[in-house]
């Protein structure tokens, strides 16, 4: 039997990747209102121990703006930086980076 994706809004994916974090001990930040912010800025950037990771989250079949995809590229060739496209289907890596399993970014 095939593992059924999880229908989940963007906006219950952002509070339940939050909920993680901040009981992983992450500081976690987020633009309530990103109406007046730089297009494509990830939804969340967090950090822990010496660890930043900057996250966009999508809904199952959310798609990314060309801003979004631009923002990620350009963290991802920053040394030391964590930079993830999550979806809910990730909930498990979520979990796993957040509660201290590093896994390789990508």
Known sequence: MAKKTPTMTETQFLK???SVAEDGGWL???TYDSRRSQAGFPDLVMTR???T???ELKSQKGR????QQNWLDELRKTKGLEVFLWRPSDM?????NLMGHRIVAH
């Open 92 to 96: 498990d890596e979520v979990v796993k």
């Open 49 to 51: 121990a010496g660890r």
């Open 53 to 55: 990771i900057f996250a």
């Open 16 to 18: 339940s990747v939050v």
């Open 64 to 67: 990314i703006k060309a801003a």
């Open 28 to 30: 976690v930040y987020h």
